[in-house]
């Protein structure tokens, strides 16, 4: 129904810049809440950060906050997080997630459960 691809992982060094995007297909873009969540090896998956519809609303995880920033483009149908000052914790395989749901907070939105499609996701390494 909705499909998310994201692009834009690589290897950089520590301290490096790295800009994800996420192309999502249909019609209903600008409807939908996005988010941004990672994975690294033999831990559990984690909110990075989320843009509303309006995108005014963001919110971002302490571990990223200052240093990533969450943008979207309704025109292309595509959500971006630009990593700055890119760190080695900062290794993962990345994913961005569309919701439905109304915007009542960013902190709601750092829940997975929150989201109802996903991509398959990016890998980002960051080597120290």
């Known amino acids: 129904q909705v499909q998310l691809l994201e692009s834009g992982g690589g290897l950089v060094q520590a301290g490096g810049s790295l800009r994800l995007s996420c192309a999502a297909s249909g019609r209903a873009f600008s409807s939908y809440i996005m988010g941004w969540f990672r994975q690294a090896p033999g831990k559990e998956r984690e909110f990075v950060a989320v843009?509303?519809?309006?995108?005014?609303?963001?919110y971002y995880a302490d571990s990223v906050k200052g240093r990533f920033t969450i943008s979207r483009d309704n025109a292309k149908n595509t959500v971006y997080l630009q990593m700055n000052s890119l760190k080695a914790e900062d290794t993962a395989v990345y994913s961005c997630?569309?919701?439905?749901?109304?915007?009542?907070?960013?902190?709601?939105?750092?829940?997975?459960?929150?989201?109802?499609?996903w991509g398959q996701g990016t890998q980002v390494t960051v080597s120290s």
């Open positions: 843009v509303g519809r309006n995108t005014a609303n963001t």
């Open positions: 997630a569309a919701s439905t749901s109304l915007w009542y907070g960013g902190s709601a939105f750092g829940s997975s459960t929150k989201y109802n499609y």
